[in-house]
T-cell receptor, first 111, second 113 residues
């Protein structure tokens, strides 16, 4: 079983839709959860950073962590064509272990 | 404040040649991480360095790959005797501490002919 599983998509939605992106992980020692956005031919850009179970909101983005199910989600409200990118979940252990990334989900928001 | 800088952005090498990838961290950052992204794959950790020290190289291939972060100058990822399977995007990230957020550079895309 891989440490982090993420559906690669592609996911195509109309403008204005709510987007749900998800990852599952296997190691309960993971404590820090991040979502990165990567535009084509660019480096990843940090979107959200969470530590505990629950929700964290930033503008149109909401990150959700369920440690009991080992499941993390990113919701995008009122999606825009500019949100079209690959979204990578990343998970970290205690701080002495490197980031583990999912494969990324490619999202297209159609105007 | 300039972000993480990587050069070259694109690098073409023939099999057997050496590839040198450079990374200048953000100002004030002394922790550098290298990742490799193969086509249709996620980012894979390679090595974590602080100034003049390799902290974790558990993701580095045992042969042909080496990394350094000297006291002065950028971090260097060196790949000797490149093979076609080394073709990938190599990303560098930096942070202020081991537990702080990592900020990524634009990457170097290596193509081995």
């Amino acid at each position: 079983q891989k440490e982090v599983e993420q559906d690669p998509g592609p996911l195509s939605v109309p403008e204005g839709a709510i987007v749900s992106l998800n990852c599952t992980y296997s190691n309960s020692a993971f404590q820090y959860f991040m979502w990165y956005r990567q535009y084509s031919r660019k480096g990843p850009e940090l979107l959200m950073y969470t530590y505990s179970s629950g929700n964290k909101e930033d503008g149109r983005f909401t990150a959700q962590v369920d440690k009991s199910s080992k499941y993390i989600s990113l919701f995008i409200r009122d999606s825009q064509p500019s949100d079209s990118a690959t979204y990578l979940c990343a998970i970290e252990g205690s701080g002495n272990t490197p980031l583990v990334f999912g494969k990324g989900t490619r999202l297209s928001v159609i105007a | 404040n300039a972000g993480v800088m990587q050069n070259p952005r694109h690098l073409v090498r023939r099999r057997g040649q050496e590839a040198r990838l450079r990374c200048s961290p953000m100002k004030g950052h002394s922790h550098v991480y290298w990742y490799r992204q193969l086509p249709e794959e996620g980012l894979k950790f390679m090595v974590y360095l602080q100034k003049e020290n390799i902290i974790d190289e558990s993701g580095m291939p045992k042969e042909r790959f080496s990394a350094e972060f000297p006291k002065e100058g950028p971090s260097i990822l060196r790949i000797q005797q490149v093979v076609r399977g080394d073709s990938a995007a190599y990303f560098c990230a930096s942070s202020t501490s081991q537990t702080d957020t990592q900020y990524f550079g634009p990457g170097t895309r290596l193509t081995v002919l």
